[in-house]
């Protein structure tokens, strides 16, 4: 199988992902999950959303679309509770009525109106009926925005992400989001979001 070019900027070195620190967002709404609850992190990354879930005692589900390798350096009593699996949003397996929380952190960009909304209404189906989705956004900017990687982006307005949920979730709330990241150059007026979007409708 062709490897994905963001494996081949990532064997290349052209991109790097240091930071282990969970996003404001997943710290700031940890405080909403009890025992036993399931999590799913979309695009996770190097884990860290996920490792900071295990942690706490969370059992996670996670894919990305590169595998970086990060699971097997983990204690093993952290890879019993972290499932991953190398997949595209497109082509993962989707389990429905399993998650607690669904996290999607700074992935949005990178995918067109059609996927995002396909996205969405996937992660309701898989969300209990007082399930919860995070998703963080940056309307410009990431780790692959680089010429070098040529990587697609889409700038959604925020009006335009918030009808898409509304349209799967009785409850949005919307807020300013951390300019805390190693990842994003914030500079020429780039918008940070962070949502919590709650109280899915039942999805056919």
């Not at 970086?68 to 991953?84: A, C, N, S, T, V």
């Not at 997949?87 to 700074?106: G, P």
Request: glycine share 4%; net charge positive.
């Amino acid at each position: 199988m062709e490897k994905h070019k963001w494996e081949k900027a990532w064997e290349e070195e052209k991109f790097s992902i240091k930071t282990l620190t969970p996003s404001v967002l997943v710290s700031k709404y940890i405080k909403d999950l009890r025992a036993g609850d399931r999590v799913l992190d979309v695009g996770c990354g190097n884990g860290r959303n996920a490792i900071f879930l295990a942690k706490h005692g969370y059992d996670v589900d996670c894919f990305d679309v590169m595998d970086l390798g990060w699971l097997e350096k983990l204690p093993h009593d952290l890879q019993e509770r972290i499932h991953f699996r190398k997949s595209t949003i497109l082509d993962y397996f989707y389990k429905e009525s399993q998650y607690q929380l669904v996290i999607l952190a700074r992935v949005i960009q990178y995918l067109n109106t059609e996927e995002l909304d396909f996205l969405v209404k996937k992660i309701v189906k898989c969300l209990k009926p007082n399930g919860f989705l995070l998703l963080s956004y940056n309307t410009k900017g990431g780790i692959f925005n680089k010429k070098e990687i040529d990587v697609f982006t889409c700038l959604h307005p925020i009006n335009k992400v918030e009808d898409i949920l509304k349209k799967f979730f009785k409850k949005v709330v919307i807020s300013e989001g951390s300019k805390k990241s190693k990842h994003v150059n914030f500079t020429d007026n780039i918008l940070s979001f962070d949502i919590c979007a709650s109280e899915p409708y039942v999805c056919k």
